[in-house]
Structure formats: structure tokens, C-alpha cells
């Protein structure tokens, strides 16, 4: 009890048990809160699913509408001496209950049937993960070795890095037209547009961290006759790399955000379009499928990099 | 004891026989490094702080120089001149008679912070500047386990530094310094961020190596206990601008010892240093003894210490 008190307080202290309590606690409270939410009727559910039309003529099975106007037709249809339309209390279409999700996300692997254009979830988003890969192996081949050589060569920062902070501005889906047009409407510009969205600032925060190496690691070297470019390697880049490692994971999850933009343009494709297809549809589980898919498959990533990167880097996580 | 000591003590500049003896001969060799009108300015926006100013002076070969003097008097620059980490605005270094350009393995250098590598182990570190001199991978191996045999560490080649206390992380320093076989080792408060103890220890550790290798030591600390303890002879340089107000020499015989820095010799020496160093009068002086503090009393007035 104590400890949990402390664990509360500015830079208090948590044990490591009260950390998993937390860490599970941080998933379950919103899942809780959405489970009470769809399930618990008096909670929310501001619509009405009819059940029974009655004799009113408009109403179908199967239809939501608020509350207020259900309540309308019930009063009209007493008054007129028909039966009353008969309703469940239930939320928007675009809430779907955690269990409808869960069905969807266990239809999407298990069903082979098609959805739409893009065949099912998986399909759609290893198409996704396809473009997210190549774009940020491009940027990655050209931005970390260019950021490096910006960090530690004046001449190089002078020269790229105001070219780089213009282009950093333009907004990446503003290329959206002209990667159509120069690279056609398959993969290739969503690619490019992925690429984009990252380099420039991949450039600019590895430029950054190269200058944050220590200088005096650099000093000392250079008095034991290191330089050029065994300096580089021996020194520089060894004692970036944790930080590096760890800018490119940040990185990663920004290629992510321009995967929407690069799934529009040209032919719409992967998990973006998924999603808008069932959105338009009305098949709301199905999106949030996706959603959690996409949300998943990010932590997933970032976690098992997260492990490796403090496997790798020993003396950085022990040095603080 | 500041009275009691004040007659007793001896001149500073009487040099005993055998260390009259020593100094000839240290000043018979040749000169390993030289300092040729050295200055330094400072140019920001319009102020102009002139650091060092046409610093003259020779360290000779196997000679165990320090420097020292109040804050600000431009010893790190000197020290950063020397290991060629910063450029004197005129004036030149010379390396056995030649003026060097840059940083250069023949000038090894120990600094004030701990810079062992933190991503290699301790061998490794030891490694790093014999292999930059071209040596292959396993004669760099053997060498430097060699250097950590001699330092007392070898059993500690495969720890990484932040395994290390203070103490170990600057002996192997020193000793990744030396393995990259300098002619001159540069010292900028190498030991100035260790405890009491530990520098002592180090102190001693330093002179022992020193006597064992054909190194030359350039020292730059603000410890005068220190500078008197381990120098041959003692650079004191005067601020604003720097330029070299004495060069003592002093009077203790060699191997040093603990016990003589409570001689007469060291006692005075000491005096004169300190009585340099507070003539320069500058506001962040070393010893602030003299500094008053004005505090209110802020106990009880029952509450009497002393």
C-alpha cells in the first residue's frame, strides 16, 4: 500500500511489481471502460435498434435512430391506437461493442473469403507493411550515413541542411501529385511518399544526435592519433549508435503516419483502404479491427525493438 | 602553527645536493617539448581576452612538469595548445626541435573527465591507440594486456568502464594514454575529480610508472600539494593575461614520499606558491580563506555549538 502511494508521487519510487500492475492496468482500464460503455445500457447508448417496426410505416428491423425520435413514434403510434415500435437501447453504428471487434479481428484470420477489393485484413495489411518496409529502407540507406556526415562535418551541415529544413515544411502528401505522375499509380509513389515524409527529418535528428556525442570522446581519440575516417567508425559511430537505434525506432513510427497519405493516392490500397471500405459499408467492426491490428503490430515492433536495443546497448542503459 | 612555521621555514629556491645534482642533469638533456612564444586571444564579438601571452618554456626529456595558477590564468588552454586540441593564435609548438600541427599520438593526453570509451571493455580502451598506430589486432591485444598488468588491472580487461570506480577508470586512462607510446604525456586535472584518498594513491602511481618508462609529464593542476608532490619543476603562470610568472624548482629529493610533505622544503615551498597565487588578487581566487561570510544567525540563541 505503501509502495503504491509512493509510485504516485513526483519521481517517487515503484517496485517492480506495482509496475506490472500498472503496466496491465494500462490496458485493461480502457477496455473496461469500453466494455461498460457498449454493454451497459444505462452508460450511454443514445440510439434505439428497433426490433419490431409496429405500425409505423418508415421504420424497418434492424434501424437505429436516437432516442428522442423513437420515443416520437412510439407516442404517435399510442395515440393513433396502433401498436407501439418495440427497441433495444443501443449505441451509434460507429461504436461497435469489444466483442463484435474481437469476432472481426478472429474472422480476419481465420475466413478466407473476400472482403472488397482487398481480399481480407491480412492481405491489405501485408500489402501495407510492404510499403512501410521499402519506404524506410530507402530513407534510411540515404538519410542515416547523410545525418551522420551533417553532424560531424561542418561543411556538409552548411551545405544540406537548409535545403533539408525547407523540404521538412512541405508537407509530404503535397508530393502526392507529382510522385503520381513521375512514378506512376502503383507502389512506387507511395513509396516515395513515405520516403519523404521521413528522410528529411531523419537527416535533421541523426544530424542531431551526431553532435551530441560527448567531444571529449572525439578529443581523446584524436589525441591517440585517431582521424579521418577510422575517427568515423571507431569513434563517431559506436557512440551514436544507442542513440541512433533509438531515433530510428521514433523514425519508424513516423513512417507510419504518412502510410495513410501514401495509401490514397494513385489506386487506394493496403490497410487504408480497407478501413475506408468498410467505413463506408457501415462495417465499423471490421475497422476497429484493422485499427487494433495496426495498433498491435506497432507496439508489437517497437517493443521487440525496444528489448533488442537494450540487449545490444548494455553500456549505454547502465551508463543512464 | 602559521606563526611557528613562518621563521623556521628554509628558502624555497636552496635546492639540497642531491636535488641540485638531479636538476643539473635533467637540464643537461635535450628539450622533448617546447613552447615558442605561445599566445592565445580570444576574440568575441569586440572583447578580446588575451588567455596566454607569449608563453616561453621547455620541458625536458623524462621531466615531470606542472603547471599551475589561479582560475582563469589559461593553464587548460595551454594544456589543449599542447596536445594540438586547440590552435595558438601565434607562436608555435615544437616536438623534439619540429612544430606540430593537430593532435598526434607522440602527445598523449589524460583529461579531467573520465573519456575511456564506453562501448569497449577495458582491453579493448588500451587497445584503441596502438591499433590506430597501425599494430595489428593481436599484438595490440598483447601489448595492452601488458599495460594492464603493469597498472594492476588485468583482471579487470574485459569490464566495461562504467564498471569501474574513478579511481580505475583514470589508471586506465593513464595507461591507454601511455600504450599508445607518446614521448609526452599532457595532464589537465587528471585527478582533481577523485577523492582525497584516491588522488594520493594516484599520485604516487603516476611517479612510479613515470620512473619506469622513458615518459615526460606535463601536469596541469590547481592542487598545489599536488603540483609540489609530484613536479620536478613548477610552471606558475599569473592571469590577465597569462604569461609565466615563475618557474620553480623544487626542493625535494626523489622517490617522493608521503612523509615529506610535511618537511621544511615542502612547507615552504608551499608558502611561496600560495603567497604568488594570492598577489594575483583575482576575484575567484583558489584559497578563499580570506572570503567573509556575512550570515545572520539563524539558531536559537541558547543553541551554542561552540
Redesign the interface.
Known sequence: MQGFLASWRLYGRTDRMLRNVFGILAVLLPLLLWSAVSYLPFVWHPQVLITDPGGEEYLETGMRMNRVDFLRAVKEMQDQHQPAPQGIPTNPVYLPSPGEVLSAFVHAFTSSAPVGAEHSITQAFAHSIRIIFWGFVISSVMGVPLGIMCGSIPAVARLVEPSVDFFRYLPAPAFGALAVAILGIYDAPKIAIIVIGTLFQQILVIANTTRKLDFALVEASRTLGAKGLRLLFRVVIPGILPDLYRDQRILLGWAWTYLIVAELIGTSSGITWFITQQARYQHFDNVFAAMALIGIVGLGTDMVLGVIGGKLFTWKRENG | MADHVEHALPDYRILPPDVAARMAQIKQRDYVLEIDRVTKVFTQKKNRTVALDAIEFGVHRRELVCVVGPSGCGKSTLVRIL???EDATSGQILMNGKPVR????D???V?Q?Y?L????DVCRNVM??IE??GVDRLEAQRQAMQWLQMIGLEQFATA????LSGGMQQRV?IA??LA?SPRVL?MDESFSALDAQTRTKMQNYLMEIWRKIDITIVFITHDLDEAIYLADRILVLKPNPGRVEEVIEVPLSRPRRAEQMTSDEFLATKAHLEGLIRSFGTSDDMDEEDVKIDLPLLTLVTDQVE
Open positions: 596536445a594540438g586540441l593537430g593532435p598526434g599520438s602527445r598523449g593526453m583529461f573527465k573519456t570509451f564506453p562501448w569497449l584503441f591507440g590506430m598506430g566495461f568502464p562504467h564498471q586512462a591507454r594514454a599508445a599532457l
